[in-house]
């Protein structure tokens, strides 16, 4: 079973920076694509920022040039670094991964918990 745990978020000022982490843990063939994902109260959940196995990165046109993603695979780990923070960037963050799994190399898709980011004005 593949779990992944986020951590770092918290309430900052506007303009303030957080970073993201989320960490995989379990057994599985391979990870490939891995990403950030938020969620405001009433909205749905949309893509912030993805990343691939080889490093390609992808942006929400909302946090280009404010987010960066990046990812560390020898410890399976993935960062968003968030700068110039924005009370409308304020959202449950929710890791996300497309793995194989270990056994049968089936594709699975994998949910973090979420962690809250509160950015206030």
């Known amino acids: 079973q593949v779990q992944l745990v986020e951590s770092g978020g918290g309430l900052v000022q506007a303009g303030g920076s957080l970073r993201l982490s989320c960490a995989a843990s379990?057994?599985?063939?391979?990870?490939?694509?891995m990403g950030w994902y938020r969620q405001a109260p009433g909205k749905q959940r949309e893509l912030v920022a993805g990343i691939t196995s080889g490093g390609s990165t992808n942006y929400a046109d909302s946090v280009k040039g404010r987010f960066t993603i990046s990812r560390d695979n020898a410890k399976n780990t993935v960062y968003l670094q968030m700068n110039s923070l924005k009370p409308e960037d304020t959202a449950d963050y929710y890791c996300n991964a497309n793995l194989k799994d270990s056994l049968f190399r089936r594709d699975l898709e994998v949910w973090g918990q979420g962690t809250l980011v509160t950015v206030s004005s």
């Open positions: 379990g057994s599985w063939f391979s990870i490939n694509t």
